[in-house]
């Protein structure tokens, strides 16, 4: 699985961990602008790997990444 910081600003407020499929959660977060941070050993991502805007939902935001 892959790590996923989100982030306010400079502050990680969730840290999550993906599904087998890929999919992850990070409920309970206050409506605010984020950015996620993906790593996996031997995958890069863009850094952040996507910003988001939340409230009071979000879904469907897909992170790409390169592989082995």
Not at 4 to 33: E, I
Not at 42 to 60: L, N
Request: hydrophobic share 40%; charged share 10%; aromatic share 8%.
């Amino acid at each position: 699985s892959a790590a996923v910081a989100v982030k306010r600003g400079t502050t990680t407020v969730r840290l999550a961990y993906t599904a087998s499929n890929g999919t992850f959660s990070a409920g309970s977060l206050k409506p605010d602008a984020y950015t996620l941070t993906v790593t996996k050993s031997g995958y890069a991502f863009a850094v952040p790997a996507a910003a988001i805007t939340v409230g009071p939902s979000s879904a469907g935001n897909v992170i790409k990444a390169t592989g082995p």
